[in-house]
């Protein structure tokens, strides 16, 4: 009888937990991405707690899979700014697929972390320089960007 249970519900939880971690960790605020989702801020605040997202805020510069998910939460909000512009086309698009799928690789530690760093951010750079004009946006970027690979350089 307990195969008829109903299937567990779709909740706020499971659409966009990891999309607002990715962007706590990219160095957005609750209130910031409360604002990017239909969610209470108080739901945010317990997430953090519970997802303990400040110790992985702190991680990003030494840890390959918290950075390459700072990266990915940077990446889907700059990509859904330019699909609400209508300025994204194919080619980006597909070079977005190919940064995200190197990201994914970084995280895993499937290969080389140097290797898999480097052609991670030098893919990412190239799309930042073409679409991003903000200077203070760039330099947000670029710090964390210089920073990892500062720490990467200690850890060899």
């Not at 499937?110 to 679409?131: P, Q």
Request: charged share 35%; glycine share 8%; with cysteine.
């Amino acid at each position: 009888m307990t195969a008829n249970r109903k299937k567990a519900k779709s909740g706020k939880r499971d659409l966009y937990f990891d999309e607002a971690q990715s962007l706590y960790l990219a160095g957005k605020g609750l209130e910031e991405i409360q604002r990017l989702f239909p969610v209470a801020l108080s739901t945010l605040q317990r997430w953090e707690r519970e997802g303990h997202w400040e110790e992985k805020r702190r991680q990003v510069l030494v840890s390959p899979r918290w950075l390459g998910e700072a990266l990915k939460g940077l990446l889907r909000e700059k990509t859904g700014r330019l699909l609400v512009k209508g300025e994204l086309k194919t080619p980006e698009l597909d070079e977005l697929t190919k940064i995200l799928t190197l990201i994914d690789r970084l995280c895993s530690r499937g290969f080389d972390l140097r290797g898999a760093a480097l052609e991670v951010m030098d893919r990412f750079s190239e799309f930042l320089r073409g679409w991003v004009k903000d200077a203070e946006e760039l330099k947000i970027f670029t710090a964390r960007i210089q920073d990892f690979f500062r720490n990467l350089e200690n850890d060899g």
